[in-house]
């Protein structure tokens, strides 16, 4: 009965929910199995969406590999950094809230249009990064016209956002009891060991999360190649995600398109669902149960 | 403690389910121009329009001005205006026509006919509303543009060409003289330093004006049908490599470093301000903002009539309507739309402040009225009254369809940076093409 209020709480995100996600969610399954235009009728075809996007279209493959390449290059990176930004701030310096803040900002202004616009000026081929790689008496790169330096830029926009992953680190680290340390510190470890044989295995928990957050995150990128690359060239940064937005707004096949999120949201589960299995291996859960 | 792993596990699972709800970022990206905004003149009257189309500011405001004169004069009439940018114009108008809360007067692109008219009846039939809009003020085949199966969708507002157009500063400082034929531009070329072009186009559409040149035809049959062989394509993308290798034309390397892998304006573009992309090509329509961005630079542009090929059976370039004013097939008062349409294309009041927002106006009433007030100048006048002078075949609306576009730039682009051999991508091309117009009839 006391609890009745709390319902009163949480209705507005359930409202949403439904709304926001449910209710798409549902309707992308119904449409995946038809041909729909947005103006005329849906019309039903089975299983046919799925079975052209496996087999023929062969554009749908490629975006399914370089949304892998992506990820593969993206999350490890990202989580890296973000381990080791955290690490640095955790110490005792003077100023230090003004560094955690500086470091978050680049997650605030995330992919938007005019970070997009600015990545885009900076790698240009008389740009900034060019400019100084010739002071080095390195030639120009060809940043937007060679797949792997076009992959590499719109990663590098990826890692560059590792704020939150970089603040769920700051908390668990602060988390680890001072005691470890010490105790480690009396055994004579040193800083590498201490780091890897206590700091690492505590934050086992934090990292598994982290790593499932971005990971999921990553297969569903879609600001850095849409305003930076286009997807381009040679189809190279050609997303998932931009396979499902071309085909949904720009050739109205919005049936083809639920199809295509679908099977992406199978991989993104497999993935999910394989890290959760294998999580029992190498987190470890202070209650000591986590088996 | 056990608890954590759940919570974390239900998360992650809400979070990967946004993929499907389209959710993530997806639905905020495509606003690069998104300046959405309303403007109701709402005077209490009982009836209620709802007007929507795509622009810059210099439109919106002409628009705007337009309607209010209309409102003023009739004070029954309220206009609620929905206007924003290009890119995010379509995507808008198609999910309210999927719920049908469209508005009762919409701005329309050519090629969104087949897609959101198919059979003819995605719109209100104008011919019907013949008693409220002045039809006779257009040249009956150029109205017809706007036919589909005997029914008028759309009225179309005005010519929108493909022209050349070129930095006439960088031309003087080279000493070199405007280019009119492609020798021309060849040997212009030669004085161009490393990293200048002449010209920097969007590859299909110059190969389609060289096709159309050659054969006589443009691109799709009155059915739909392409009327381009692929030896056709073949030919196309060899010249137009040949000029890519001569300097004439910007290499895609270049293109792809400095603008982007899909083509766009470059009235912005850094380059373009600098004088390194000394010339373009760009619909009529379009041409006022590359002459404010020179002229801001104290810089000249000048046009260039298109160059004729050697044996060239049509002199045209490409030319289309550049939008048409559509109603509602839910409009309650149809009529009353057709009234404040025929305001703003035909009425001197409104024509004068549309002005030179939409181009020079199809309606014979309103090109006179703008002359006789000594309106119609500019760039645009220009660019549209070389257009009248040479001949241009009719385009289908498929040609600009996004399926195909995308199919040739794919293509040309794995071929340009040597992933593909000639003959593999105009037989890509040729093949995909053909197949994708089978499944748009």
Request: proline residues 4%; contains cysteine; aromatic residues 12%.
């Amino acid at each position: 009965m006391k609890n009745r209020g709390g319902y009163l709480y949480i209705l507005p995100w359930c409202i949403g929910v439904l709304i926001f996600t449910v209710y798409p969610f549902i309707t992308s399954l119904m449409l995946s199995f038809t041909n729909y235009d947005l103006i005329n009728p849906a019309e039903f075809v089975g299983l046919n969406n799925y079975i052209k996007l496996l087999t023929k279209d062969t554009a749908f493959l490629k975006s399914i590999v370089a949304t892998l390449q992506y990820t593969i290059l993206t999350v490890p990176m990202q989580l890296t950094f973000a381990l080791f930004i955290a690490f640095i701030l955790n110490f005792k310096i003077k100023g230090i809230n003004f560094f955690r803040s500086a470091y978050y900002i680049p997650s605030i202004l995330g992919g938007n249009a005019a970070i997009a616009i600015l990545w885009r000026f900076i790698f240009r081929s008389d740009g900034l990064v060019n400019q100084v790689l010739n002071v080095f008496g390195i030639d120009n790169v060809a940043w937007f016209s060679s797949p792997v330096a076009a992959m590499f830029v719109i990663s590098l926009l990826k890692v560059w956002q590792f704020g939150s992953s970089m603040l769920i680190f700051l908390a668990a680290l602060q988390e680890i009891p001072q005691e470890l340390y010490e105790a480690s510190e009396v055994d004579g470890a040193t800083k590498l060991r201490t780091f890897f044989s206590v700091t690492i295995p505590l934050l086992t928990p934090t990292i598994f999360f982290n790593l499932i957050m971005q990971l999921v995150n990553a297969f569903q990128e879609f600001n850095g190649p849409y305003l930076i690359t286009q997807g381009g060239p040679l189809k190279s940064t050609y997303l998932s995600s931009m396979f499902i937005y071309d085909n949904a707004f720009k050739f109205y096949k919005m049936g083809y398109s639920s199809a295509a999120s679908w099977i992406l949201f199978m991989v993104i589960l497999t993935f999910t669902l394989t890290l959760f299995k294998s999580s029992s291996k190498w987190v470890y859960y202070s209650d000591g149960k986590g088996n | 403690m056990k608890k954590n792993r759940i919570v974390a596990g239900l998360l992650a699972a809400v979070v990967s389910l946004s993929v499907l709800g389209g959710c993530g970022k997806t639905s905020e990206a495509p606003v690069k121009e998104s300046e959405e905004s309303t403007q109701s003149t709402d005077n209490g009257g009982e009836i209620a329009l709802r007007m929507a189309w795509w622009g810059n500011d210099s439109r919106h405001q002409a628009t705007l001005d337009a309607i209010k004169s209309y409102t003023d004069a009739n004070p029954g009439v309220s206009v609620k205006s929905e206007y924003n940018g290009f890119a995010s114009y379509q995507e808008k108008v198609t999910t309210q026509l999927a719920g049908n809360t469209e508005p009762t007067i919409m701005q329309v692109n050519y090629d969104w006919f087949p897609i959101f008219s198919r059979t003819g009846v995605g719109f209100y039939d104008i011919y019907q509303l013949k008693d409220y809009i002045d039809l006779s003020q257009y040249d009956e085949e150029f109205l017809k543009l706007g036919e589909i199966e005997g029914k008028l969708n759309g009225i179309p507002l005005g010519k929108n060409t493909l022209t050349l157009i070129v930095n006439k500063s960088v031309y003087d400082e080279l000493g070199v003289q405007i280019p009119k034929t492609w020798d021309d531009f060849v040997a212009a070329a030669e004085k161009f330093p490393e990293g200048s072009y002449p010209l920097v186009v969007e590859p299909r559409l110059i190969i389609y004006i060289y096709l159309q040149q050659k054969t006589g035809k443009s691109l799709l049959t009155q059915d739909n049908q392409l009327n381009y062989s692929e030896v056709d394509y073949v030919d196309g993308l060899k010249w137009y490599k040949d000029m890519v290798d001569k300097g004439v034309f910007g290499t895609r390397e270049d293109y792809l470093e400095n603008v982007g892998s899909t083509y766009s304006s470059l009235a912005q573009n850094q380059k373009f301000i600098d004088g390194q992309y000394a010339g373009t090509m760009e619909w009529s329509g379009a041409l006022d903002a590359y002459k404010q961005t020179l002229e801001s630079e104290g810089q000249e542009l000048a046009i260039v009539p298109m160059p004729q090929i050697e044996g060239s059976k049509v002199s045209g370039t490409i030319s289309k309507p550049n939008m048409f004013f559509t109603i509602s097939k839910n409009a309650e008062k149809p009529e009353e739309a057709a009234k404040l349409i025929n305001h703003l294309l035909n009425d001197p009041e409104g024509v004068k402040l549309m002005a030179l927002s939409r181009g020079i106006p199809a309606s014979k009433v309103a090109a006179k009225t703008l002359e006789e007030a000594g309106m119609a100048v500019g760039i645009v006048k220009e660019a549209t009254d070389l257009g009248e002078q040479i001949v241009s075949l009719p385009q289908m609306p498929n040609y600009d369809n996004t399926i195909i576009t995308e199919t040739f730039r794919q293509y040309d682009e794995a071929f340009e940076l040597g992933q593909m051999s000639l003959e593999d991508a105009a037989k890509a091309i040729y093949t995909e093409i053909t197949d994708a117009l089978s499944t748009l009839n």
